[in-house]
């Protein structure tokens, strides 16, 4: 499809499905050379719900033993950040001492990823890694460095592939970006 329409907005064709896979490999490899070996077995965060397609994704690439959670945050409403992140699923085991990999669909501002490596830090993991399917530079606005990112996008609305607008579009298997004329 090239183009979608998600209640008032219209969305074009921005990344293609096999394009967002070999940026999935090419994660996948660098966690996998930097866990190999590995002696303790670290955490797969999946941030619910927009991580969830990448999450599956890139653990199916995954090839030392990990164990996946999720929770639950959220942040923004229709097509904006509101700054104000908000825990609405919370981690359902004890995580202290362990390594995490928080696995995001989307690094924008960064005010989730702090609040969260905050959380997992007063819950005493042993490390927070971060990695996202899409960080978006100009919008970042924090010091802490994103460990993996898969892709790098301008500062546009996306859907699709796990991302949506109002709830809607997680569905798409392609990546949209907001249609401005
Ligand atoms: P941040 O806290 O500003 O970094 O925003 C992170 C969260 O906002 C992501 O996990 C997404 O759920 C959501 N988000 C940020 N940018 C977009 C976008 O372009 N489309 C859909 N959701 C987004
Ligand atoms: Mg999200």
Redesign the pocket.
């Known amino acids: 499809m090239e183009r979608v329409k998600l209640f008032d907005k219209t969305f074009r064709i921005f990344i293609p499905e096999k394009k967002i896979e070999e940026a999935i490999d090419k994660v996948a490899d660098r966690i996998n050379d930097d866990f190999k070996n590995c002696e303790d077995i670290p955490v797969v965060l999946c ?1 619910l719900n ?2 969830i397609m990448f999450t599956a994704e890139l653990m199916k690439r995954l090839t030392f033993n990990c164990e996946l959670l999720s929770v639950k ?4 409403s229709g ?1 904006c ?1 509101t ?1 104000n ?1 908000r825990q609405v699923l919370g981690l359902t085991s004890d995580i202290s001492g362990r390594r995490v990999i928080i696995v ?10 702090v ?1 969260l490596k905050k959380m997992l830090a007063e819950r005493g993991v042993a490390a927070s890694y971060v990695c996202t399917m ?1 960080f ?1 530079p100009e ?2 606005r924090q010091d802490v460095g994103i460990d993996y990112v898969a892709m790098e996008i301008p500062n ?4 699709g592939y796990g ?3 109002n709830e809607i579009g997680r569905n798409l298997k392609d990546i949209y970006v907001l249609d401005q004329d």
């Open positions: 941030v927009g991580a945050l959220s942040s923004y097509t950040s700054g992140v995001e669909d989307i690094v924008d501002t960064g005010n989730t990823i609040e899409l978006k919008a970042y546009d609305f996306i859907v991302l949506d607008y």
